[in-house]
């Protein structure tokens, strides 16, 4: 099971502590691998995209407007987190339902 999202995120850290056996991989360092971030955006849309952070509040409106996928390989901090692969399937956030899925 991996986790992608930061180290310094709240919710990430919740997500990690219920999942002990769960790798963290920090997308500001490493990233996300192109084909799960393509796969996540064909599943989640444009729920991928954390249009409340202050990375977001700090784009132009030219570049809200480009592509998901080229605006979170340019800022991967703009991803919604955290986003969890396991057993060929993804969930993303930490919410009730993605905790009753996976705890």
Known sequence: M???G???C???RKALKSLPDAELV???????PPEVMARAL?????KLLNTRSTTWRGLSEAE???APLDLLADHPTLMKRP????????????????QADLV
């Open 64 to 66: 809200r407007a480009r």
């Open 83 to 98: 986003l969890i692969e396991t057993k060929g399937r993804l969930y993303l956030g930490w919410g009730a339902e993605v």
């Open 2 to 4: 991996r986790i992608y």
């Open 6 to 8: 930061l180290k310094t």
């Open 42 to 46: 064909a599943q989640f849309g444009e």
């Open 26 to 32: 920090d997308v500001r360092t490493q990233g996300v």
């Open 10 to 12: 709240d919710t990430c």
